[in-house]
């Protein structure tokens, strides 16, 4: 790896013959796949009976595909492990929060905690890393598929166990969990860990701090179970290890990526909302900063299963989404599918070819794909994506706790997505990092959505904005504990308060008051539940207007050390809320000093990256409208060798431009 | 049966004492009821303790009623096994998806499958059989009530057993399953029949096989039981048997009706979607051709339960639906219910005569019908009804298949309804037809919405087209194999395509994807999930505009043998796709020589009938806004006798009108 | 109690530490704050172990709390009974009607009718009651809280036995119940009292009196443990005794407070609803006739939970709120909750004061109330609500009814409410009054959706007409036996429409049937399920147009003794629908000679309370728009001793005025 733009797909030769692999293969090379993701779901295939494991199957395909130019990332099968294992074992599956049992014959139906699971996990795994891992054609490892994509917290017994362990490793006593989470309330008092229930079925809400510890309990479990298999494989094998994960799964993913040594993703978002593609390329660019991400999965056009499907992609779209991942700092660019499954339950699933055969709809957009990959990959390969200037924290313990603490059903990733859409749309080059990201090289740093702030964290925060950094700390930033409970210092804590010299006079729920937020220049409806600010030794910078408390500080901002803190204690919501949030954003942008931001028209984009005495700029259109961008020099276009004028650049829908600038 | 037409009504004795049934059989004659439906949940009146049988009362009623002038449809009471039957006995009862195991107190409570519910169900109908079998007032019978109307596929253990040999049967080894199913997917494989799950709980969707396969195992089981019964009251009665069903019930009705002497069915409808009421007439005329069917339950007014209820109807309508089925092939009209309820859940139901003995507001209909009756009686008797030149296949395998894949929450019903719909407004004479059903005698057939085509339907549509017939193929028709999963050979099966002189390019979810057809000089945008072709033999009659690929045939024709094959590879939407597809009925109708049609305006509709040397229209407005007919000549007014001219016959709201033409 | 006026919170001291509780006595002070309810959900503090009793730290707490001058109400604290008791014991939690068993650590898990629950609450409540009892702190008890606020008929194993009882003893023999439930319907029949089930799992609907008993059943058991507790607080205290209900809980109030002393109500309705608030102040005004009610919670700003929120209230509405209880009938005007939680699922409600002590946004609204409560408490004190001439009959045995029976989703609350605010706006006094209470005083009943009309209320009724009143029934009325079953000798029972001088033609539901009802000039479309008249003894004064039974009776009149009966057989809907059922109201409440009715404007409200020689109004606008009235005459303004004269009296948002005239 680190040598080549990968593009490739995940490929099933257990389900068809031999004949067909034949023809895969020559198809894969006329449409420029240079690797293939097998094995993810084949454990039936590797070890049919209990102990009866044979890889040879696995070796010849991996062979036959180095020996035609393709090479594999391998997978470890455990997402579905077989009839041997599940028949009759009902102690041995998942169980949701109903109580239900799962059976047979879907995938994630077992309980990673499973000790018995784990055990014939780590045999297969072992057998698959002796047996391929010194195989030429293997170049990466992926672990298991989508951990916790259809399940979330297993409630089985298992668990329960395990849950009980984890919270004695945490808490040490059973005393200090009581005090930690409160629990003289409703006399839910715990005298031992093991009768701390799991969060199951209950008439009314259980206590904030079980909902939210067992979620991160859950997260450890998965992070562990990917841990014990890389370490496994590691005793084999050199090639790097990685996980195709998703920020829609219910994991931690910058736990889960410690571990590991790439980070991937699998995305099936919408052609019509490609912000939500793109933050995840910002975001997985710096679970691994340094190291180039994979995206593991993607739709040649359109996602499906025998209940839903999503809309196919417009032609051109693929394109531009695979020169946008590559400029953002992808690696590869796979998809799942390469033959469209025969049977299972992702039938109409689209893929690169059909079940029988011939090119699908999206076949056009993958020699597309092929022909741009080969025409930027010498300029990738010889940049790296320039530094941000500007960084969104994101935390999947967050969603953790929002999950919990919903209010009126917000959604995490909407919250996320649409405070990234406005950074995104005002052109600024930008990182989405995740809590544990060192903040060297930032300007900026926004902190939203994040109820829980680590002492790490603040500590991080602190020196940054001490450096001369300026922290935008929420909305619905804060306010709960590491317990996740109030404080009982200060509505945000004293710490927080204190630093931005602030105290909250008020928190509540801001919809329907009637509150408008002045800032900026810009008035707007205040929503979600806020936090509105005495200043002490901070300025006001925005101020409310009627409702409440009329009068009163939503955004305050601090001198600290050679930066600034400010505090956005509200969300401006509706049009004139989308502005004023953009015109913070802006402001702050240019207060802080940020140059790497272009006047780059919405629905384009353009991805700086950095080679050794020059500048590349990939614009890429993405909303299939077209666009603009203004450059500001003479430049070279990568693709032509034609010289660029310095001024308006015109951008047909889906066209990408590379254009080099002298540094 | 065969010498009357039936005006009846369900009618339950045992609920009311000696003095009401007085009552009720005095009042039934006033009101022209012929016919009583009883005994259909009455087991705990005939068996009230395990093993003490007495018939007497249900004979005692029977032949009251037959002194009466009243014949009986006696049915089997086996949807409401008695309390000893269930008490303390969770292995008998019914098992949903979920696990849930449900207790006494409802309906369709028990699993129909349960050996010993067998058996008791065996005894009590042999007893019945046997008690008033001989008695000259029983005209039919009636096995069980609406079959799996409450409940679907039942996951009990002995389900899970019969399941299993089920699977024996079809498949011989557990090998052949595994291939056929594609069990490699997911690892899913099977080493035993035994091991094959029901398929329950699970964390994502199960195997489409799966999924689809226990629906069938389900359609045949309850068939079986449904034979069982019959084959025991054949033993002691000649009367014919039927089973009063419906399209909107977990059942196969084709295979349900193969073994029962006559269909019939239960409707709902609400007044204002009187096609959802037609089709039904259409259909069940067809599954035991050459025997009128009955209407065997419908409400005189409104239906309801406690949690629920329909809008009543309007005056005219009960009588316009009446007059409707009689001329559609319906032998009988009968209510659901003679008299109202005074407890259970379905107190609030419509009826006859209301808890209190008095008339509801139904009443006047059901005397407006039964002078209706009266007045059409002979001209029915004496004719048939006329042989329709177009027929579109039903199949309720297919909703078992769009079950398992229903794309985006697709309604099977709704689909189909919605096409006939247009056939139905074109002023068509038409046949809905089971898949089994001959051909002979259509000029014009639709195959839409079936998504695995038989080996046997194809060979007769292939006869069909040789001799002359023109075939239309599609909409989501034939991308699937009997299995379940997809062809291999080609999209649609290389069968069907070559036969159809195309190649399948593509087929994707045309939806958002900004394509519209072009075809019959209309322009619609197209929906679906969708097959677009390339024509080899054939020619292209609709083609696309815009979208993914622009210039690509939709609709395609090929002339095969004396006749053509239409493929349908998508579905026009909207209001402009409503006009195409109406354009290719009409185009396809005269291109095929259909001449039993009308210029009928929409919601009045015209049932031809053919005596032995003349032809009656049945003309009835079923939308309360009355319409038109051009009649195309002279003709006599059956009901007064006068003479009517050729040219437009005006009808009144839910009026209906029956002309006489000499051949 | 009954010497001033309370303003109260609800207190937790045993979730914090001394140094809070010497913080929150503090500014409770300040606030205002002269009566704590605590203990309620303290069961684990009382006894941490099983029979480790230790009730001296709520001794100090209240001890400490009336040293400050702040009353207590004392709890008992069985809501939620700590882990040793549900540890390992799953037969004593709660069971849902789809049989799911309750964990720990929410609230109301157990279930109130194990018998180890009673006893162990018995030892718990002897205990608090002998050592609290005595203290000169403690001026009132409740009794658990909010039971069946998140629960409603628990299914376990326990209470399947206790059902069995209680037919038993309401039945004497199986074979009456089977009569009376009319369970020859679908073979339902039950040999024994053991078998008849709990409404659990079934393919379709229960029989309704299955479902309406199971109601019944459990109503009487919660009244009974509450009656058990209260019995044993009553030997060791004469502090009375309450329970804080509400109409949405899943209780029968009128049993429950029937052995309680008085009547309190938690109440979280949303600012923008003010007439669901009043009702509530009308209705528990009459639980305990005589005996002013408590409003036991109501938040100072917004409700929430983790998962959901109210809005906040705006400025001023908190007092109308109080000033407009007091007012009606309320001793006590108490928030939920003093502190906010710090942990648990109730974190983000409103409070008092924030979890880190300080005001929340809703403190100054409670400063104004305490501003409020001050300035009217002697004019409160000597006076009390003027005797309403109208009421409307109030039954949670019709929201059992109801619930049952939803028809098309009907909402008890909402349909009752809907009708009572048309009596507000009218500015007619009013009460609302249960079942069981006497009629003496009134000139005008109303009975609106009481499906069942119980033989003493129809007694009661009957007398009340006889001496003058006047009595409207309907709509839904009277349709149901008291077995929830149909009346089989009249549609409403031959008794009402005799004495109404009536005879119902049809019941049917009207929706969608194009009918009219014309009444006092008036024409509406007429919705709910209705009946239709004939007149006998009556006179028609609203009848039908259009729809199934044109010029029909819909409403009718008829003189009995020295009064009238009115039934309304249907429910005038749209705009229209509610100007004719003003006009009806106004026209009765003349008719009556209601005099106690203002014109005061709609959003406005007038309380009219009497003193020894005088009359007082408090005048309250509840809807932040401002309002008007007209003064008869002159009086004095209570709060600034100005002579007010006659005429208009102009309100401003959320103000009131206390007006006092001499008699």
Redesign the interface.
């Known amino acids: 790896m680190g040598k080549k733009l990968y593009h490739g797909a995940a490929y ?1 030769p ?2 068809w013959n031999e004949e067909v692999m034949e023809q895969d293969i020559r198809m894969m090379k006329e449409a420029g796949i240079n690797v293939a993701r097998i094995g993810e ?5 590797m070890e ?2 209990e102990g009866r494991i044979d890889l040879s199957f696995f070796v010849h395909v991996i062979d036959k595909l180095y020996q035609n130019g393709i090479e594999t990332v391998m997978c470890t ?1 455990t ?6 294992f599940t ?1 009759g074992h009902p102690e041995r599956m ?1 169980v ?1 929060e ?12 077992a309980c990673t905690n499973n000790r018995y699971f784990r055990e014939r996990a780590a045999i297969i795994t072992e057998h698959i890393a002796k047996a391929v891992g010194p195989l030429p054609g293997v170049i990466g490892w992926q672990i298991d598929n989508e951990f916790k994509a ?2 979330s917290e297993c409630m089985c017994e298992t668990c329960k166990g395990l849950w009980h362990e984890w919270l004695r490793e945490r808490y040490g006593t059973v005393e200090q969990l009581n005090d930690a ?11 031992t860990f093991e ?1 701390v ?15 939210t510890m067992y979620q991160l309990f859950s997260f450890e479990k998965i992070a562990e179970f990917s841990d014990e298999q890389a370490a496994i494989i590691r005793r084999y094998s050199d090639a790097p290890i990685t996980h195709n994960s998703s920020v829609a799964f219910h994991v931690d993913n910058e736990r889960l990526f410690q571990n590991l040594d790439f980070a991937s993703f699998d995305t099936y978002v919408q052609y019509d909302n490609s912000p939500a593609y793109l933050i995840n390329c910002d975001l997985f660019r710096n679970f691994k900063r340094g190291r180039d991400f994979w995206i593991m999965e993607t739709s040649t ?2 996602s ?6 999503a ?2 992609h ?2 051109g779209y693929l394109r531009a989404e695979a020169v946008a991942a590559y400029a953002l700092g992808a690696e590869a660019f796979c998809y799942w599918l390469w033959r ?6 992702e ?2 699933h ?1 893929s690169v070819i ?5 090119p ?2 999206g076949y056009q957009s993958v020699l597309e794909v092929e022909q741009a990959r080969k025409e930027i990959e010498s300029v990738i390969l010889s940049t790296t994506p320039a530094q941000a200037e500007v960084a969104m924290t994101y935390s999947d313990r967050s969603k953790a706790f929002l999950k ?6 917000l959604n995490h990733r909407g919250l996320v997505t649409s405070f990234y859409e406005r950074i995104l749309s005002l052109g600024i080059h930008r990182d989405v990092i995740p809590e544990g990201a060192e903040l060297d090289g930032y300007k900026l740093l926004f902190t939203p959505f994040i109820h829980y702030l680590s002492d790490e964290y603040k500590k991080r925060a602190q020196a940054f904005v001490e450096a001369g950094g300026i922290w935008i700390v929420g909305p619905l930033s804060g306010g709960r504990t590491e ?1 996740h ?7 945000l804590g004293q710490w927080l308060e204190s630093l931005a010299g602030v105290e909250t ?5 801001m ?4 509150t408008q937020g002045q800032a900026f220049g810009v008035s707007a409806p205040l929503g979600l ?1 806020s936090a509105l600010f005495q200043p002490t030794e901070a300025a006001p910078v925005g101020v409310t207007d009627g409702g ?2 009329p009068g009163t500080a939503f955004i305050t901002e601090r001198r600290h050390g050679q930066g600034r803190i400010v505090m956005l204690g509200s969300m401006p919501v509706g049009e004139e809320g989308d502005v004023l949030l953009k015109k913070l954003i802006d402001h702050y942008a240019a207060e802080a000093g940020v140059t790497l931001r272009t006047d780059v028209t919405n629905g384009t984009i353009v991805a700086p990256r950095q080679g050794e005495d020059f500048t590349v700029w990939f614009v890429v259109n993405m909303d299939g409208r077209g666009g603009r961008v203004t450059l500001p020099r003479a430049g070279v276009d990568v693709l032509t060798g034609a010289e660029v004028q310095p001024g308006v650049l015109q951008m047909g829908p889906y066209e990408h431009r590379v254009v080099r600038f002298p540094n």
Request: glycine share 8%; charged share 10%; proline share 11%.
């Open positions: 099933y257990e389900l779901f084949a454990w039936f295939t049919p009976e099968p997402p579905t492990p077989p009839i041997w028949h998942y949701d109903h109580g239900t049992v799962m059976g047979h014959g879907s995938r994630q139906h259809h399940v989470w409160g629990t003289h309330i409703w006399s839910e008092y715990y005298h009768q229930p799991q969060p199951g079925p209950a008439p009314f809400l259980h206590n904030s701090s079980l909902r056009s359109w499906a299963s025998l209940e839903s499907y809309m196919a417009p032609n469209q499954q025969r049977a299972g339950c039938q109409p689209g059909s079940a029988w055969g011939k699908t709809i919990t603490e919903p209010h009126r059903q317990q409970t109030i404080h009982t210092d200060a509505a006079l008020y928190t509540y729920p919809e329907g008051t009637g539940w409440l408390a």
